[in-house]
């Protein structure tokens, strides 16, 4: 499917991240590899917000971990402004750590049992030596202070005794306390009620207003990402398949595969529409299928599709991988009734 080339890279922009050619594998048996990320290519603009989308098994979040390096590539390269991270080895890479920092998708996991909150936000400052130690306990009361929490209740409890909404808060003050350029996201609201996701999105959004971040928002939540991101990569089975401005990718989807994500989301406003896609089923990562990796699923596809990989290029104002985006009028050799979604 979607994916080849780097037409999603803006040439000459104010980039604070740029992967380029990115692919992770992982072996499953003899001669055997799950093509978990395949060939991607993009960037992250300063104080921007990219959101990765896609579903369960597309590689966003091994996308995510492999520019963090917690998942190590096979090739291509992460440039965090000029350096490249993939480059570097031992304390080289250990001193790039402060710039990237995550925030996990469970709070309560990621978050060590047998200390406390305060212990907990103490141990990046202990580990880099920011700051005096005198003033380490002022650093850490701000830092809770910024995300809502009261230092004198919070910071003596442990992590079993707070609920997911503090637990996700200390996670994030976690995240900052060492003042990263980047801030990756993974699913940071899906384990959470809806009303305390619409708090922490809020605190997420304060953050990066404050401090300047560029962040990284990963999410199968299409409404939360359409909320928080400025611009949009859509994934499938490894591959990119459409990015864009997040208004005009919502608005005015070009490949079908996005289409199906929209399309696939409840609307009180509406009736239920068909689905786009043929069959509900991924195909296998470990043997994707030829040409566009989409085909087997898509309605609007001919034998070229099935044949020759679509290569990302500029359609309607966003990069798409698709022979026949859904502004063109038509697909050849296809009835009539399958264009367009109708079955």
Not at 19 to 26: A, D, G, K, R
Not at 46 to 56: D, H, Y
Request: charged share 25%; net charge positive; hydrophobic share 40%.
């Amino acid at each position: 499917m979607a994916g080849s080339g780097d037409a999603a890279l803006r040439r000459g922009g104010d980039a604070a991240l740029t992967v380029e050619n990115l692919v992770v594998e992982y072996r499953a048996g003899w001669r055997r590899r799950v093509h978990a990320v395949s060939d991607v290519s993009l960037d992250v603009l300063r104080g921007e917000t990219l959101g990765i989308v896609g579903e369960s098994g597309c590689g966003k979040s091994t996308l995510a971990k492999a520019i963090l390096r917690l998942e190590a590539p096979r090739s291509g390269s992460v440039r965090l402004g000029a350096v490249d991270l993939l480059a570097l080895r031992g304390e080289r890479l250990r001193r790039m750590r402060p710039h990237l920092q995550l925030v996990f998708q469970d709070p309560l996991t990621s978050l060590n049992p047998r200390r406390t909150v305060r212990q907990i936000l103490r141990e990046p400052l202990r580990t880099w030596r920011r700051s005096a130690r005198a003033r380490w306990n002022e650093l850490i009361d701000r830092a809770l202070n910024a995300v809502g929490l009261d230092p004198r209740d919070a910071g003596d409890r442990r992590p079993r005794q707070l609920s997911g909404g503090q637990a996700q808060r200390i996670g994030i003050a976690r995240a900052l306390m060492l003042d990263p350029e980047i801030l990756v996201c993974d699913e940071p609201v899906a384990s959470l009620d809806v009303s305390v996701q619409a708090q922490i999105l809020n605190l997420l959004a304060d953050a990066r207003d404050e401090r300047g971040l560029t962040m990284i928002f990963v999410s199968h939540d299409l409404a939360v990402v359409r909320r928080v991101c400025d611009r949009i990569a859509v994934m499938y089975l490894g591959k990119l398949c459409e990015v864009g401005d997040a208004e005009s990718l919502f608005s005015d989807p070009q490949h079908p595969y996005t289409r199906m994500l929209l399309d696939s989301v409840p609307r009180l406003d509406q009736a239920p529409t068909a689905p786009v896609a043929r069959s509900a089923e991924l195909p296998s990562a470990i043997t994707p299928p030829p040409g566009c990796r989409f085909s087997t699923r898509c309605p609007r596809a001919t034998d070229r599709c099935r044949s020759e990989e679509p290569v990302l290029r500029e359609v309607a104002g966003r990069v798409v991988a698709c022979h026949f985006p859904l502004s063109e009028p038509s697909v050849p050799d296809r009835p009539a009734e399958l264009i367009g979604g109708k079955q």
